[in-house]
Nanobody, 121 residues
């Protein structure tokens, strides 16, 4: 059993900053990539940022230059530093762990329960 637990959401004014964290627990052998996705009411879930085990990052165009993803592979944690937040960043943010290997089982993907980020004045 693998669990992802997020923390760090909240209410912030436009231009402010928040830091989201996610920790994966369980008998994990490896995780190919970890990332953050978000979903606003009435909209599909979208990619925010991902980072591979080798440190390669990928960002949505809308957050490029404002958000920074980082990862501690030894601890199976991933963080998202969000700066210069905008009202359109308001959404539920979900942590994802891609191709998680728990020996002897096939790899699988896992999601956290989500944390709300609200940007409003």
């Amino acid at each position: 059993q693998v669990q992802l637990v997020e923390s760090g959401g909240g209410l912030v004014q436009p231009g402010g900053s928040l830091r989201l964290s996610c920790a994966a627990s369980g008998r994990i052998f490896s995780i190919a990539a970890m990332g953050w996705y978000r979903q606003a009411p009435g909209k599909p879930r979208e990619l925010v940022a991902t980072i591979t085990s080798g440190g390669t990052t990928n960002y949505a165009d809308s957050v490029q230059g404002r958000f920074t993803i980082s990862r501690d592979s030894a601890k199976n944690t991933v963080s998202l530093q969000m700066n210069n937040l905008k009202t359109e960043d308001t959404a539920g943010y979900y942590c994802n762990a891609d191709k998680v290997v728990v020996i002897p089982f096939p790899s699988s993907d896992y999601w956290g329960q989500g944390t709300q980020v609200t940007v409003a004045s």
